[in-house]
């Protein structure tokens, strides 16, 4: 890889019923390339709040970033419109289109046998039941992994995939897509759709819905690519 621009950051963005834990097999990889690399804490409270916290996140960086997001975390990183954003990299994510919602993209397809059935409580936050996490999130973790994910999950708010997106950065700049074969959350076909709509970069790979805890090596190697590329521009 060439010598990175001064001060080159990563930011990486959490989906639903996560924190920025998830990224533990993917920080220090990224750190020892010479990248800052920053888990932005997003409150899963509505969309524009967690582009907020993102906005916020960036304001921690001052040279050229890469936004990277898991699942819900694709609809944040494409409401940014920062002009030190080089590049975006959706992790079997979501990307909705202006005046799109996330349930719209997310309920596009049918949903695969195992996805678990989802509805808000009485606070109007969705949960997801323990044994989701075994047979669709991360289903090619460890019991041991996804017990630790069932009891460490935060909700997210039904208002985060009912409000509109904002027009998308990622009909302004280049975009990959890490396509999860095996994804029994986002239907493939899905993903498959939203990365030709954004003329992504795409690695298809046979990887669950949860990558970075399955196929760290995979979203390492993603991740440095659209560095490699778009910080050389």
């Not at 979501?94 to 678990?116: C, I, M, N, S, W």
């Not at 039904?158 to 897509?177: G, M």
Request: proline share 9%.
């Amino acid at each position: 890889m060439c010598a990175l621009p001064h001060n080159s950051a990563i930011i990486l963005v959490h989906g639903a019923w996560a924190d920025g834990s998830c990224w533990k097999d993917v920080i220090l990889p990224l750190q020892d390339k010479g990248f800052q690399v920053i888990c932005a804490p997003i409150p899963l409270t509505s969309l524009a709040d967690d582009v907020a916290a993102l906005t916020h996140a960036l304001e921690r960086t001052s040279g050229p970033v890469i936004l990277a997001g898991h699942a819900y975390g694709g609809a944040v990183i494409g409401a940014i419109r920062e002009e030190r954003v080089h590049s975006l990299v959706y992790v079997a994510a979501l990307a909705p289109e202006q005046g799109e919602t996330v349930a719209q993209v997310f309920y596009r397809d049918k949903p695969h046998p195992e996805a678990p059935k989802l509805a808000p409580d009485t606070h109007g936050f969705i949960w997801m039941p323990e044994d989701g996490f075994g047979r669709a999130v991360a289903h090619k973790a460890s019991p041991a992994q996804t017990r630790i994910l069932a009891a460490v999950q935060r909700p997210i708010s039904v208002r985060c995939i009912q409000e509109p997106a904002p027009a998308p950065a990622w009909t302004a700049k280049p975009s990959w897509f890490l396509l999860a074969e095996e994804d029994r959350m986002i239907n493939p076909g899905t993903q498959q759709f939203m990365a030709r709509r954004m003329g992504a970069k795409v690695r298809s790979s046979r990887v669950d819905h949860s990558p970075m805890y399955t196929a760290p090596d995979l979203v390492i190697d993603v991740i440095l690519e659209a560095a490699r590329e778009s910080l050389s521009r």
